[in-house]
């Protein structure tokens, strides 16, 4: 066994530690969906019913909206359920498909992460130190919104650098891949089509 393969078997446990905090977190934020379906109801009610709205009210069902699409964003890259172009990637052979992900990770992934970091920390402390509020009448204070930035950001680079430690596992033989038989979202809408389409 190499030393890169021996430094890859010490990397896993922590890799595994990563997927499952990023796993619980997502599948418990991914609820705040039905929170803001809620707000937005309760609130378009209100306005319809009584004529009247409250921005503060308006604002939180962005704001948790905002949570579910930045916190969950790590769960999504872990489910490798990110964008890509399935049609062309599917295509190509494995070991290529492997080798753009490990680019895609180290080269764009991560350095933009780390950018986003080093950019929202004095973005989000500004906003702190003067307790931004919103500009709308009742609206909102504006820095638990800008802290979503960095906290997100810092979560999807320690997710990233788990799934750079695991795509290069996988490539040297350590652990299986857990998305090669993964059949993409479309696929499967497009199979269940196809299935419904048969039946007639």
Request: glycine share 4%; charged share 20%.
């Given at each position: 066994?190499?030393?890169l393969d021996a ?10 530690a990563v997927?499952?905090?990023t796993?619980?977190?997502?599948k418990?934020l ?11 109801a309760v609130n378009?009610t209100v306005r319809k019913?009584?004529?009247t709205?409250s921005?503060a009210?308006?604002?939180l069902?962005w ?13 999504t890259?872990l ?8 049609i062309?990637?599917?295509l190509?052979?494995?070991?290529v498909?492997d080798?753009i ?9 991560l ?14 402390w500004?906003s702190?130190?003067?307790?931004e509020?919103?500009g709308?009448?009742?609206g909102l204070?504006?820095?638990?919104s800008?802290?979503?930035i960095?906290?997100?950001f810092a979560?999807?680079l320690?997710?990233g650098l788990s799934?750079l430690?695991?795509r290069?596992?996988?490539m040297?033989d350590l652990?299986?891949?857990?998305h090669?038989s ?7 809408e497009v ?9 007639r």
């Amino acid at each position: 066994m190499g030393a890169l393969d021996a430094i890859l078997k010490a990397l896993l446990p922590a890799t595994r530690a990563v997927d499952a905090a990023t796993t619980w977190i997502g599948k418990r934020l991914a609820w705040l969906i039905l929170a803001a379906v809620l707000v937005s109801a309760v609130n378009a009610t209100v306005r319809k019913v009584f004529d009247t709205s409250s921005n503060a009210w308006l604002e939180l069902q962005w704001v948790l909206f905002s949570v579910v699409f930045l916190l969950c964003s790590p769960w999504t890259l872990l489910a490798n359920e990110h964008i890509r172009i399935d049609i062309v990637n599917n295509l190509l052979p494995k070991r290529v498909r492997d080798w753009i992900d490990v680019v895609g990770h180290a080269f764009f992934l991560l350095p933009l992460t780390i950018v986003m970091i080093v950019t929202g920390i004095p973005f989000f402390w500004r906003s702190f130190e003067i307790n931004e509020q919103s500009g709308n009448a009742g609206g909102l204070p504006q820095w638990p919104s800008k802290a979503l930035i960095m906290i997100a950001f810092a979560m999807l680079l320690v997710q990233g650098l788990s799934e750079l430690i695991k795509r290069f596992a996988i490539m040297r033989d350590l652990i299986p891949d857990p998305h090669a038989s993964q059949t993409s979202t479309i696929e499967a809408e497009v199979e269940q089509l196809v299935d419904a389409i048969e039946k007639r």
